[in-house]
C-alpha cells in the first residue's frame, strides 16, 4: 500500500476499534488484517497502543484540537521486517476526525509525552519494546535478564528491550511457561489481562482464555492479584482469577497436564477423562466431547510422541469406551 492507502487504513482501524465502523467497514478492515502476517501485527501493534490510552480518555481534560495537533508532529511511524519489534503505527491522518476520534489520538500524544508510550516510539536512548509471537508452533526464548519463557501456540508476549525502573515488566496473552532468574529487588510482574502475577524467582504457568486466567506454581512463591484482591501461591498450588470476579480462587494442583505443550507429553495419573480431553482440544485444536458420566473416568498414562488418533485409541481400550466422529465433532461414549 501507499502512503495515502495507509493512512486510509489507519482511519479504518480507529473507527473499528471505537465501534463506528459499519458492517461494511469492519468485513474490510476483517478482510485486510487476514490478507498478510504483516498487516496483522500491524493491527495488534496499533490495538496495543490503543488500548493504552483508553483509561486516561475518560478523565483528561486535555486540548483535544491541539492535542491533536502535537501528536501529529510527534508520532513517526517505522515500519520493520523482524517479529521481535513492536513499532508504532503511523500517525492517523484523518482529514475531519470526529470528537471521539480526537481524543483518542489525543491521550495516545499524552501517553507518549508522558512516558507512558514511549517505549513504542522511536525515541533516542530509549528502550524498545519487542514482542514474541508463537503463531502455529510453541516457542522458547530468553528474555533480557535471563529468564526462560516457553509460549504455547497462539500466544505472544511483549517486553522491554532492556529492563529499567524497579520491575521487570511484561504483557501476556494466550499461555506461556516461565523460569524466572531470580531477582529480590526487581520483581517480575505480568500482566495478563487485568490479572497480575508477581514473582521474584520462580518457575510457574500462565493460560489466558475469554473467561478466566489460570496461574499453577511449580517453584518458588507467586503472587496473583486483580484489582486489590491477591493471593500467594506455593508448589502445586493454582489460582483461578474469572474475567466477572476479582478475588483469584485458590485451590490445590492434582494434575501435570497444564505442561504438555512444554514437556511434548500428557502425564496423566488417576486424571478424569474431562481433564485429559480438556488438554487434547487444546493440543490439538479440535472438539472433542465426552458423554454422560464418561467424564469422569480416570486413566493413568503417559503420552509421548503419539498422533491424537493413538491416544484417543488407547483411551478407548484402556476404559473400556467408543470414538465416533460427527463432521468436525469427536465423541467419546
Not at 508452533?137 to 497462539?154: A, F, H
Not at 479440535?286 to 491416544?311: P, W, Y
Request: with cysteine; net charge neutral.
Amino acid at each position: 500500500m501507499n502512503r495515502d492507502n495507509n493512512n486510509m487504513m489507519d482511519e479504518l482501524l480507529v473507527k473499528y476499534l471505537l465501534a463506528e465502523a459499519t458492517e461494511a467497514e469492519q468485513e474490510e478492515v476483517q478482510q485486510w488484517i487476514a490478507a498478510s502476517a504483516e498487516n496483522k501485527r500491524y493491527y495488534e501493534h496499533f490495538k496495543l497502543i490503543w488500548q493504552r490510552s483508553r483509561h486516561l480518555a475518560a478523565t483528561s481534560t486535555v486540548d483535544e484540537h491541539e492535542a491533536w495537533k502535537r501528536f501529529q508532529q510527534k508520532v513517526q511511524a517505522k515500519d520493520t521486517k523482524q517479529d521481535k519489534e513492536i513499532v508504532a503505527p503511523r500517525a492517523i491522518a484523518v482529514s475531519k476526525p470526529s470528537i471521539n476520534w480526537m481524543r483518542v489520538a489525543a491521550m495516545l500524544m499524552v501517553l507518549a509525552l508522558s512516558g507512558g508510550l514511549i517505549y513504542y516510539f522511536v525515541e533516542q536512548g530509549a528502550p524498545k519494546m519487542l514482542a514474541l509471537r508463537s503463531n502455529e508452533s510453541v516457542m522458547i526464548d530468553t528474555l533480557p535478564d535471563g529468564s526462560v519463557v516457553t509460549l504455547n501456540k497462539r500466544s505472544s508476549l511483549s517486553y522491554p528491550e532492556t529492563f529499567k525502573g524497579d520491575l521487570r515488566s511484561v504483557k501476556l496473552e494466550g499461555e506461556a511457561f516461565f523460569n524466572i532468574t531470580p531477582n529480590k529487588s526487581k520483581p517480575f510482574v505480568i500482566d495478563a489481562n487485568g490479572t497480575m502475577v508477581k514473582v521474584v524467582g520462580t518457575s510457574f504457568n500462565v493460560k489466558m482464555t475469554n473467561d478466566k486466567t489460570e496461574v499453577i506454581v511449580e517453584t518458588g512463591v507467586v503472587e496473583v492479584s486483580k484489582k486489590k484482591k491477591m493471593v500467594k501461591l506455593n508448589p502445586h498450588e493454582k489460582a483461578t482469577v474469572l474475567r466477572d470476579r476479582d478475588e483469584p480462587i485458590k485451590e490445590a494442583n492434582d494434575d501435570e497436564l497444564y505442561s504438555y505443550y512444554k514437556s511434548d507429553e500428557f502425564i496423566c495419573d488417576h486424571t478424569p477423562l474431562a481433564r485429559l480431553v480438556e488438554a487434547l482440544n487444546d493440543a490439538y485444536a479440535v472438539h472433542i466431547v465426552v458423554t454422560g458420566n464418561v467424564a469422569n473416568k480416570q486413566i493413568t498414562t503417559t503420552f509421548r510422541d503419539k498422533s491424537l488418533d493413538e491416544i484417543l485409541a488407547v483411551v478407548a481400550e484402556t476404559l473400556g469406551l467408543r470414538i465416533e466422529k460427527n463432521g468436525s465433532e469427536i465423541i467419546i461414549k
